[in-house]
């Protein structure tokens, strides 16, 4: 099966005001499965806005392909846009138009006439809680009755592709969860595609089917949840604070047959990867009594995503072991 989005060896370099080149995407390549809820998930300013404006015709690369259903997107480019909704982080309703108009005048753009237009939108304002507001100007509109309106908009002509650009950022937990309903309600209901991009660990930890750890532009492994947690040294970690870490503690814990990988993340904490958890624990602790040192934290978790996006962008030594651009299909 042909899928719904392809990128290969996309790159995108903006020339700075010194003259200078900045690579803002650096030759990434993956693919999306029609149905999936897929991630971008990486820091502000790691590429993945960039790579949406790309993908969603907003902005030409300097290098690379995309396609959409096995269309190269350069070839007809107003016919990618019909398969596609984009949520931006910006707020791009026009403030000039109440909510009804808005999705209208959007449904026209694509094509429906007036009556489909207005049909589709009046039943969108009542499926995301809005219909009450139809008739009032957008710019009233709280952050989170902005969001659902710009969801309600971008699948209006009904796309077989969403884009959600750090689609929850700066609404409070209450509006992410009416927010992610609604999204989950289109893909499992309409079988809707979505692509994530966001920085917040819980989201595709939570809702996504794989996801792309995305670093300064490169992606550093793709996957599932647990095929990505096979890229970290353990299933386990330690989370060790101490209130200084004496000379020679770090390399004493390293050289430990039930710690397999030892990370100073500071001058009082370390982050510890055991190879036998309930071993590791006391020998940290008799360890902590011999050297006489204070012990403010100890903690054992399962791996979570956060590990894993820290292990493979931060830990030099994680990637050296590990690799990186790492691709489980």
Same mark, same amino acid.
């Given at each position: 099966m042909v899928p719904i989005l392809e990128v290969q060896s996309l790159k995108k370099i903006f020339t700075k005001a010194d003259g200078s080149a900045h690579t803002a995407v650096d030759g990434i390549s993956f693919d999306l499965r029609a149905g999936e809820i897929f991630s971008f998930l990486g820091p502000n300013g790691a590429g993945k806005s960039t790579t949406i404006n790309m993908i969603t015709t907003q902005l030409s690369p300097s290098g690379g392909m995309i396609k959409i259903e096995g269309q190269d997107i350069r070839e007809n480019?107003? %016919?990618? #846009?019909?398969? /596609?909704?984009?949520?931006?982080?910006?707020?791009?309703?026009?403030?000039?138009?109440?909510?009804?108009?808005?999705? &209208?005048?959007?449904?026209?753009?694509?094509? =429906?006439?007036?009556?489909?237009? *207005? *049909?589709?939108?009046?039943?969108?304002?009542?499926?995301?809680?809005?219909?009450?507001?139809?008739?009032?100007?957008?710019?009233?509109?709280?952050?989170? =009755?902005?969001?659902?309106?710009?969801?309600? #908009?971008?699948? =209006?002509?009904?796309?077989?592709?969403?884009? %959600?650009? *750090?689609?929850?950022?700066?609404?409070?937990?209450?509006?992410?969860? /009416?927010?992610?309903?609604?999204?989950?309600?289109?893909?499992?209901?309409?079988?809707?595609?979505?692509?994530?991009?966001?920085?917040? =660990?819980?989201?595709?930890? #939570?809702?996504?089917d794989r996801v792309a750890i995305y670093n300064a532009g490169k992606i550093k492994a793709i996957g599932t949840i647990e095929e990505l947690r096979e890229l970290v040294p353990t299933a386990n970690i330690i989370y060790l604070t101490l209130d200084q870490i004496p000379s020679g503690f770090e390399q004493f814990l390293q050289n430990d047959s039930a710690i397999r990988q030892v990370v100073k993340n500071?001058?009082?904490?370390?982050?510890?990867?055991?190879?036998?958890?309930?071993?590791?624990?006391?020998? /940290? /602790?008799? %360890? &902590?009594?011999?050297?006489?040192?204070?012990?403010?934290?100890?903690?054992?978790?399962?791996?979570?995503?956060?590990?894993?996006?820290?292990? %493979?962008?931060d830990n030099k030594e994680g990637e050296k072991n590990n690799g990186t651009n790492a691709n489980i299909n």
């Open positions: 480019p107003a %016919l990618a #846009r019909q398969k /596609i909704g984009i949520v931006a982080q910006h707020n791009n309703l026009d403030r000039g138009l109440t909510a009804l108009e808005n999705l &209208v005048f959007h449904g026209k753009y694509f094509g =429906m006439g007036t009556a489909e237009a *207005e *049909e589709r939108a009046h039943s969108l304002l009542e499926d995301f809680g809005l219909s009450d507001w139809k008739d009032d100007y957008v710019k009233s509109f709280s952050g989170g =009755m902005a969001q659902r309106l710009k969801i309600a #908009r971008a699948i =209006m002509h009904r796309p077989k592709l969403l884009f %959600l650009d *750090e689609p929850t950022t700066g609404l409070d937990p209450a509006y992410r969860e /009416i927010l992610w309903k609604h999204v989950l309600t289109l893909n499992k209901k309409n079988h809707t595609t979505v692509f994530l991009t966001t920085h917040y =660990m819980e989201e595709p930890q #939570r809702f996504s500071d001058q009082k904490s370390l982050t510890i990867y055991p190879e036998d958890h309930k071993q590791a624990l006391n020998k /940290i /602790i008799n %360890l &902590v009594d011999k050297h006489n040192v204070t012990l403010e934290n100890i903690q054992l978790s399962s791996t979570s995503l956060e590990d894993i996006y820290i292990s %493979l962008t």
